[in-house]
């Protein structure tokens, strides 16, 4: 069974310049999320998928970032005009979405962005 | 709001001791999922476990078991015998189940980095 998949695993660029993440979930699921870590902290939410949908945006998503999920299946994460507080490690989930419950969701490995 | 604090920043223990981790939570839900995950230092979070509100039966899963009391808002983590391998950092996570739009995110405390050593 393939887990969450998550490319680059390392990503490092100047401040100004864009940069793009991509996540694969585990297949069959139709929930994905994008969560942010930084040094000594626990995992802050961005967005959510359901399917194609984008459904929920965290505040901390500025203008600068924008999310996609064209076929509900990978994800992408872009962020235009790079910051040096943008750097962190950047964080995908999926997990299968129930009727009237939550399940758990299974994390990848996440992306490292260092902005200089 | 949600909330969720975990106020061990760092516990060291010795090998084969037990070891707590408190978890409290903050919610104005009434249909809510509690959950652990542990950090290795290779970074990936691993689930550890589920449970929602209704279900305040405590856990047990080998050397690890779940506290879950509603009464004072706080879902702990206890390793037995607590072996090298269980140093990480371990977090504890809410999530609310709100409308059907919102999708179960989750919201992490700052978590505990536990170190065992030999």
């Known amino acids: 069974d393939t887990g969450v998949s998550q490319d680059p695993r390392h990503k490092i660029t100047k401040r100004g310049q864009n940069v793009t993440f991509r996540c694969d979930p585990i297949?069959?699921?139709?929930?994905l999320y994008w969560y942010r870590q930084t040094l000594g902290q626990g995992p802050e939410f961005l967005t959510y998928f359901q399917n194609e949908a984008q459904l929920e945006k965290s505040r901390l998503l500025s203008d600068r970032f924008s999310a996609e999920r064209p076929k509900g299946s990978f994800s992408t994460l872009e962020i235009q005009r790079t910051e040096q507080g943008d750097s962190a490690m950047y964080l995908c989930?999926?997990?299968?979405?129930?009727?009237?419950?939550?399940?758990?969701?299974?994390f990848g490995p996440g992306t490292r962005l260092t902005v200089l | 709001a949600q909330k969720v604090t975990q106020a061990q920043t760092e516990i060291s223990v010795v090998e084969k001791e037990d070891v707590t981790l408190d978890c409290v939570y903050e919610?104005?839900?009434?249909?809510?999922?509690l959950f652990w995950y542990k950090q290795p230092p290779s970074g990936e979070l691993v689930f550890l476990i589920r449970?929602?509100?209704?279900?305040?039966q405590n856990e047990i899963s080998g050397r690890y078991s779940w506290n879950f009391q509603k009464s004072t808002s706080s879902f702990n983590f206890t390793i037995t015998a607590s072996q090298v391998v269980d140093s990480a950092v371990y977090f504890c996570a809410l999530s609310e189940l709100g409308g059907y739009n919102q999708g179960g995110k989750l919201i992490f405390g700052q978590g505990t980095e536990l170190s065992v050593k030999p």
């Open positions: 449970r929602n509100s209704f279900d305040e």
């Open positions: 297949s069959e699921h139709n929930r």
């Open positions: 989930a999926s997990s299968l979405g129930i009727a009237g419950g939550i399940n758990e969701q299974f």
């Open positions: 919610t104005r839900d009434t249909t809510y999922y």
